[in-house]
């Protein structure tokens, strides 16, 4: 059945009384990405639409002159599952190579079109269009992607066969994207004036240049807030206990630490008695002795090989718990062996952790010499 004229308002009409549906399969989109994307600290910002009755029409009327698609109606109802933007959710990053972080966040929380298994992924700048065209600067990621069934309950179930588009820019490139949308792509781009052309041209280069005085300025305000968080930490006062330890710890870092989630809290114990018989109860003192760069080297080029000494040597207990504050313990035992490994064993019990860690580091060290 083509799409005649009166075909092209069933379906206009068809698709203005599902209007409220969605409306919700927006709303829940749009939320379900939020939620993630400050879960996975990507800055960016989420909008949404609808597609108007008047567009889609206009849409419908051009595809009526395309025989190909044309010829893929068959009844009103096939607006939804042919028409992929009748919902459209945008995410524009603050910078442009958290696109694919975005994307593959999508196809975690997301499902896709039956027989879609690619979810529809398309990078629109690589496509020959785009491509060949070197005045066109349009950047975007776009996908198809529905609610998963548990996502659903008796108030949503009617969405369980809407999709809608996400689109996936970056801000800059979002700009340039919306005044070529507005200027060219509904216009006729052989009639824009010289003027026209040089300033679209102009804008598209500078929304590049631009990503990358983004990049700069996050990266400079993250050294700034690190800087300004550990000056405040320093000046705190003596550390009492080994919670308070962890707290700072903690604070200075941040919630991971070289790429891995960690934990400031188990084994905290033993590096507070570390510290302790050191003398090592400042902030400032505490932090100069386990730096991150000696920190980080520790875990590079020690850790292992020290966990294969124990090994080799059957030290089963205590073992050493990745990501955890025994990394800080053996960073400042790698630095302080000599006066730790001194320490007098209490009792006839096990040793506690930080000597028996302090007395195979001494056996670690000898073993090399």
């Not at 298994?117 to 496509?127: A, G, I, L």
């Not at 349009?138 to 999709?163: C, V």
Request: with cysteine.
């Amino acid at each position: 059945m083509p799409l005649t004229p009166e075909m092209v308002l069933e379906c206009t009409n068809e698709y203005h009384k599902a209007i409220d549906r969605m409306y919700k399969l927006l709303l829940i989109t749009t939320e379900k990405l939020e939620s993630e994307l400050k879960r996975h600290n990507i800055m960016a910002r989420v909008s949404g639409r609808l597609k108007t009755r008047d567009s889609l029409s206009r849409k419908l009327t051009k595809w009526s002159k395309d025989d190909k698609k044309s010829g893929i109606f068959h009844s009103k109802h096939d607006v939804f599952a042919i028409v992929g933007d009748l919902a459209a959710v945008r995410v524009m990053t603050y910078v442009e190579q958290d696109r694919e972080r975005v994307a593959a966040i999508a196809r975690e929380i997301f499902t896709h079109r039956p027989g879609c298994d690619d979810f529809e992924y398309e990078v629109k700048e690589s496509s020959a269009r785009i491509k060949n065209d070197d005045t066109n600067h349009y950047r975007a990621t776009h996908m198809q992607i529905r609610l998963r069934p548990s996502d659903l309950n008796e108030k949503s179930d009617n969405l369980n066969d809407d999709h809608c588009e996400l689109q996936i820019t970056s801000m800059l490139a979002h700009v340039w994207n919306e005044i070529e949308h507005d200027i060219v792509y509904k216009g006729d781009k052989s009639i824009l004036s010289d003027d026209e052309t040089s300033a679209l041209e102009s804008l598209g280069l500078l929304t590049k240049t631009g990503d990358n005085i983004i990049v700069n300025l996050i990266n400079a305000n993250v050294r700034r807030e690190a800087n300004e968080k550990r000056k405040l930490v320093m000046a705190s006062e003596e550390i009492t206990s080994a919670d308070a330890l962890s707290d700072a710890l903690h604070e200075f870092y941040g919630e991971a630490i070289f790429g891995s989630s960690f934990d400031f809290w188990k084994n905290n114990g033993a590096l507070f008695a570390a510290l302790k018989y050191l003398d090592l109860t400042y902030p400032k003192d505490i932090l100069a002795v386990l730096s991150p760069s000696h920190v980080l080297g520790v875990r590079k080029t020690e850790l292992q090989s020290f966990k294969r000494f124990c090994d080799r040597y059957r030290y089963a207990k205590p073992a050493v718990a990745k990501d955890t504050c025994d990394l800080f313990l053996l960073a400042l035992i790698a630095k302080h062996w000599t006066e730790l490994a001194k320490q007098k064993h209490q009792g006839m019990g096990p040793k506690p952790r930080q000597l028996a860690f302090a007395t195979r580091w001494e056996a670690f060290v000898s073993s090399r010499s």
